[in-house]
């Protein structure tokens, strides 16, 4: 299975979601996490996706006569990359955008069940802008963009840091003119 198939899979997703960060998982405690997504469920895909390369297993212990693995996400392994992604046909990018706002419904609700969900107080947007760019203007946008949010892709948990889904949406509207 390629990155893609592996990758833009709503269920798949949010596991990679869970594992960023550089902190590795147990099935057990990426369920936990993901409690909307069924035990069964959860174990297939982290199988998948560690036959696909992009978990890796970091630990295995005994618990209860079972084996318990730890699991770490191969950031290199779990994106698609720029020349992937010009390639892909009009229905494989619907399938793609279509997982990305699966996850993205997923896991705003599971954040609202929280019984300590506080959209104002945790800054909590969704807002869409109209920009007017000519292709100098949104190259220059997207370099900003990729200027304030690479760096903190490296950050890890601790430090009084929460985990954020920061989901950056971008395509024409309308017809080119």
Do not use: K, N
């Amino acid at each position: 299975m390629d990155t893609v198939e592996l990758v833009a899979h709503p269920v798949r997703l949010r596991i990679v979601h869970a594992l960023s960060g550089g902190q590795s998982r147990t099935t057990a405690e990426l369920c936990a996490r993901l409690p909307d997504i069924p035990r069964t469920t959860a174990y297939r895909h982290v199988a998948l996706l560690v036959d696909g390369g992009v978990l890796e297993v970091v630990d295995e212990r005994r618990v209860r006569g079972a084996v318990e693995r730890s699991y770490r996400l191969r950031r290199d392994r779990a994106v698609i990359d720029a020349d992937t992604a010009a390639a892909a046909t009009p229905d494989e990018h619907r399938r793609i955008f279509a997982a990305a706002m699966a996850v993205l419904l997923a896991e705003f609700d599971t954040y609202l069940g929280r019984a300590d969900a506080d959209p104002g107080a945790d800054l909590v947007g969704y807002r869409q802008h109209a920009l007017w760019l000519d292709p100098d203007e949104l190259a220059a946008l997207i370099a900003d963009l990729r200027a304030a949010i690479l760096p903190r892709l490296a950050h890890t948990p601790g430090d009084g840091r929460r985990q954020y889904l920061l989901s950056p949406v971008l395509f024409p509207v309308g017809s080119a003119d």
